[in-house]
Nanobody
Framework: QLQLVESGGGLVQPGESLKLSCAASGFTSDQWPVAWFRQVPGKQREGVACISSAGDSTNYALSVKGRFTITRDNVQNMIYLQMNDLTPEDTAIYYC?????????????????WGQGTQVTVSI
């Protein structure tokens, strides 16, 4: 059974960095595109970044472009989100999601499998 488990969230100050990890199991990681999403209570889940199965194509939301980097290690079945220059507006629960079809999409409803999320809080 396909499983995604996020880790690496925490409390940081504005301007600091954080690296999130997503451990994939139950499927062959290099066959599935993966995306990172985030959600604030009361708001729609927002796509942050996505990466193709081979890792050779990525797409980013404008709000994080130039600050966040998505990568993957298909040997270790891990997907990462490096987040730099964080602001309070980046505070959210961050989820990784996987879908067998690569579309460069950052729309939540186009992803079939989801992790449980990890909290990121950016505050003084």
């Amino acid at each position: 059974q396909l499983q995604l488990v996020e880790s690496g969230g925490g409390l940081v100050q504005p301007g600091e960095s954080l690296k999130l990890s997503c451990a994939a199991s139950g499927f062959t990681s290099d066959q599935w595109p993966v995306a990172w999403f985030r959600q604030v209570p009361g708001k729609q889940r927002e796509g942050v970044a996505c990466i193709s199965s081979a890792g050779d194509s990525t797409n980013y939301a404008l709000s994080v472009k130039g600050r966040f980097t998505i990568t993957r290690d298909n040997v270790q079945n891990m997907i990462y989100l490096q987040m730099n220059d964080l602001t309070p507006e980046d505070t959210a629960i961050y989820y990784c999601a996987a879908d067998p079809i690569w579309t460069r999409s950052l729309l939540y409803y186009q992803y079939e499998h989801w992790g449980q999320g990890t909290q990121v809080t950016v505050s003084i």
